[in-house]
């Protein structure tokens, strides 16, 4: 019997998921789809991490759909609020019945004979292995492992008599209350996790080997108050998306320009909501430029408040290794702790980990080019969303899934059935994401290469890639058209 066919699939039932699904709904009516979630439940991310505080590190009028207003008071929000609304979204337009759960898949291969995917999958729950056909693969899959976070080995853990947690696996019945805690990290997951441990445990201590740029951002945007006092939500969500948009925008752009005196600004800030004493230049003083990584967000200054409060305190070292009640620095100096939380960062996995090949022939990710961000040289009727490093992740993922579907209705109106990106006559060795983060690092051999110049650069800049991408010609140097083989064709291969 043959596998089951739809026209398009979807890989990853999270916020870009289920955002391609609901564009799929609303712009392509007549076409099939089906999404495969490996999972057993809607919400990707914000399913997957429970540990205390997990909120979005950026504002919601952003994260959010463009096509379905974020209407939370909060700007920045709570992870279980983010479910919500992505579920809530799946629900409203109609994409929930799509959705095939437990479903890993494990390889897609293409079949030029056909012009369609051979997707096989595994089911997480019963074990068993399927097969679905497709004419369009989009993956949006995100990029990090979803079994295991980043981990390394620390010198003599194994002497801890205490608890050591990963963030990415935080214990249902964790209760931090009387307990000594020591937060290893400096990036936007020991920042949130600090100040919500603060409230029931004896003491918080974050201990970073590297400071990080933090800035305080409101909770409640004033603007969205005001405006949805006055407006419809559909009138006054892309105000304030656009604000915001502009507003990273133009610190990002500063940054790179102006990095000294944008490094000055955020240290000014910061000065002015830490405690007396505090050593600036230890603690909050990194050794890059703003935005080299990103940058982290606290909602109403939530950490500097606990830091205040004498309920947390900062500390800047590097481990020597665990004992027996703790950790001892290099300097020496030795901090206690009852639990020690591993917040160090993500691994990155393309696609899931799933394999690509093409008419049996596998395809090697890291030899391939970007195209637009979205698609990859060599590889027909395929798509990837990998969000901005320097603005909310859905931004790009609206608009490579919005793309996807205005390529689809050309394509149809032409008669054509497959598009196949090129690479740059010229070449490309950029690698894919120009971000200093140690995650990023680790893993950028995975990562196809960009070019030097559009349609192969990544621009990190949503108003450029919204002219690009929205009005942008569906037809240029970086991408070849072709009909569907004939049957006889079909028949000889």
Request: glycine content about 8%.
């Amino acid at each position: 019997m043959s596998p089951e066919h739809v026209d398009v699939l979807v890989i990853g039932g999270g916020l870009s998921g289920i955002g391609a699904a609901c564009h799929l709904q609303v712009e392509c009516p007549d076409k099939s789809y089906a999404v495969l979630e490996s999972r057993g439940a809607i919400g990707g991310t914000w399913d997957l991490f429970r540990y205390p505080g997990i909120r979005s590190d950026s504002d919601m009028f952003t994260l959010g759909y463009a096509f379905r207003p974020w209407t939370g008071a909060k700007a920045i929000a709570d992870g279980a609020s983010i479910r919500g609304y992505i579920q809530d979204t799946a629900r409203e337009y109609g994409v929930e019945e799509r959705i095939r759960f437990h479903h890993q898949v494990l390889s897609a291969d293409w079949s030029s004979a056909e012009a369609r995917w051979t997707v096989t999958a595994r089911r997480t729950d019963t074990g068993e292995t399927v097969q679905l056909t497709c004419s369009w693969l989009s993956v949006c899959s995100g990029y990090y492992r979803y079994d295991e976070g980043f981990r390394p080995e620390f010198a003599g853990e194994q002497r801890f008599t205490g608890e050591i947690v990963h963030p990415q696996h935080w214990p249902e019945d964790f209760d931090a209350t009387g307990k000594r805690i020591v937060v290893i990290g400096s990036g936007a997951t020991a920042v949130t996790l600090v100040p919500n441990l603060a409230d029931d445990a004896a003491h918080v201590t974050m201990l970073q080997r590297t400071p990080s740029y933090i800035m305080s951002l409101p909770g409640t945007d004033p603007l969205a108050e005001l405006l949805r006092r006055r407006l419809p939500a559909k009138v006054a969500y892309p105000i304030v998306r656009w604000k915001n948009v502009l507003t990273t925008t133009a610190l990002f752009q500063a940054s790179r320009r102006w990095p000294d005196g944008v490094r000055k600004l955020i240290r000014r800030l910061t000065e002015k909501q830490l405690p007396a004493g505090v050593d600036v230049d230890t603690h909050f003083n990194p050794p890059y430029d703003p935005w080299d990584q990103r940058l982290c967000l606290v909602p109403d200054g939530d950490l500097f408040r606990t830091l205040r409060e004498g309920a947390a305190s900062m500390v800047t070292g590097r481990i020597a290794t665990f004992t027996e009640t703790g950790i001892e620095l290099e300097s020496g100096e030795h901090l206690d702790a009852d639990v020690i939380v591993s917040a160090t960062g993500l691994n990155l996995l393309a696609m899931g980990g799933m394999t690509l090949s093409l008419d049996g022939t596998p395809v090697d990710v890291s030899e391939t080019v970007s195209y637009k961000g979205m698609m990859l040289s060599g590889v027909p009727n395929f798509s990837m969303v990998i969000g901005y490093t320097n603005a909310s992740w859905t931004l790009k993922a609206d608009l490579i899934n919005r793309y996807v579907c205005r390529l689809l209705q050309h394509m149809d109106a032409r008669g054509l059935a497959v598009s196949t990106p090129v690479a740059p006559p010229e070449g490309a060795d950029l690698p894919f994401l120009d971000l200093a983060a140690g995650y990023v690092q680790r893993s950028l051999a995975q990562l196809p290469k960009q070019g030097s110049r559009t349609p192969w650069k990544l621009h990190q800049n949503y108003i450029r890639d919204v002219r690009m991408m929205r009005r942008g010609p569906l037809e240029d140097e970086g991408i070849t058209f072709s009909a569907a083989p004939t049957r006889a064709e079909r028949v000889a291969a």
